[in-house]
């Protein structure tokens, strides 16, 4: 999680609310401690699932590693309102303009770079509009469209940032019916109006996992979305308590156990909520360095690893390792989801801070205020 500014425009000095959940920081290290858990568990998915499944048998959250996007959705929402409720009840044409910019310097230098490293090295293995390398998908890739259309191509997790965009879109929406009202009410109404749009037309039918194409995918973030947002204005101003630990555990517990799509994603909704409230364990472990280390790079993360698993594909077919033994394949997707964490360690370093920066430093250009 980047660091980010309360404020697009300057506001009068707001009240200390020295026992409130969230003062005025740049940071939540435990929500960024939690970023490195939903990377992880998507990381692990895939590069146990090209050995063999033999951690997903055992390992819950490796066995439902997709929801890793899910609590990415809800995280999103909810830091959003974070940033972004002091401004809430004024977002004029130039502050959406802004906000819009600080995202798309958030996701889009390194969706560009794994593309342009995605196509150089299909280029070079002469791969070119073979399998889901199509030269002709690559303008919806570039104008972020790529979740609309009717396959994955290219760097296929990559999806959910074109969904997420959406939500950054439709944000002044989200302000509207559910940060601006003094009641929670119309917050609890529209979650669940979306909650419900996505149960009906989605999950009765194919899931969460299928839920990554077209209408499928704008539900499954936008009442994603909605349950961050949902969750700031419930916990915001209350005083952060243990209880909200036991609270996130039972709710964790509760996602992993209950097969049910629906119970699931409201599970990973309360479980955001009480972790960002949380006090004691859960928020000490979130908030260690090396878990708000891997926070900070989880996106780099998350972008890379598919990348590096075609890589690793290719390896382990000339190794013979295509299908390996049940006590060996462990090891294996431990050793090269290190390898892309690494990777994504790089891509952090190389590509996404140094983007992010150049971009916030041309913000003042681009959006002067007219004398």
């Not at 791969?127 to 994955?152: C, E, I, K, Y």
């Not at 390996?324 to 964490?341: E, G, H, K, N, R």
């Not at 891509?347 to 140094?354: I, L």
Request: proline residues 6%; hydrophobic residues 60%; contains cysteine.
């Amino acid at each position: 999680m980047q660091k980010v500014h309360l404020n697009i425009q300057p506001q009068q000095p707001q009240p200390a609310r020295s026992e409130a959940a969230f003062p005025a920081v740049a940071d939540i290290p435990h929500l960024t401690g939690l970023r490195a858990v939903a990377a992880l568990m998507v990381l692990l998915l895939h590069f146990d699932q090209i050995h063999g499944n033999v951690i997903a048998r055992t390992v819950p959250p490796v066995a439902y590693g997709h929801l890793g996007v899910d609590i990415f959705f809800v995280l999103s929402g909810f830091i959003m309102s974070y940033v972004y409720a002091p401004t809430a009840a004024r977002m004029p044409v130039r502050s959406y303009l802004i906000f819009l910019w600080r995202r798309l310097a958030r996701i889009y230098p390194v969706h560009l770079a794994m593309l342009a490293a995605l196509l150089a090295m299909v280029v070079a293995r002469r791969l070119l509009d073979t399998n889901f390398w199509l030269v002709a998908d690559l303008p919806r890739h570039l104008l972020l469209l790529h979740a609309w259309t009717d396959s994955l191509t290219w760097n296929l997790p990559a999806w959910s940032i074109s969904a997420e965009w959406l939500a950054y879109v439709l944000f002044p929406v989200f302000v509207a019916l559910m940060l601006r009202p003094a009641s929670v009410l119309p917050a609890v109404a529209t979650a669940a109006v979306l909650l419900l749009a996505f149960q009906v037309f989605v999950l009765a039918h194919n899931g969460t996992a299928a839920a990554f194409l077209g209408w499928p995918a704008a539900l499954r973030v936008l009442s994603e979305f909605a349950m961050g947002v949902l969750g700031f204005r419930l916990v915001h101003s209350r005083k952060p308590s243990q209880v909200f630990d036991a609270v996130a555990v039972g709710a964790l517990v509760v996602c992993f156990a209950v097969p049910v799509e629906l119970v699931r994603v409201v599970a990973i909704g309360v479980a955001v909520t009480a972790i960002a409230a949380s006090e004691g364990a859960v928020r000490k472990f979130l908030s260690t360095k090396p878990m708000v280390v891997l926070g900070t790079i989880s996106y780099s993360i998350y972008m890379v690893h598919f990348l590096v698993l075609k890589l690793v594909q290719n390896i382990n077919f000339q190794l013979g390792l295509e299908q390996p033994a049940p006590a060996v394949s462990p090891f294996l997707t431990l050793a090269w989801a290190s390898v892309a964490v690494a990777a994504g360690a790089a891509t952090y370093f190389a590509v996404e801070r140094p983007a992010r920066n150049w971009c916030r430093a041309r913000e003042t250009q681009l959006f002067r205020r007219r004398a």
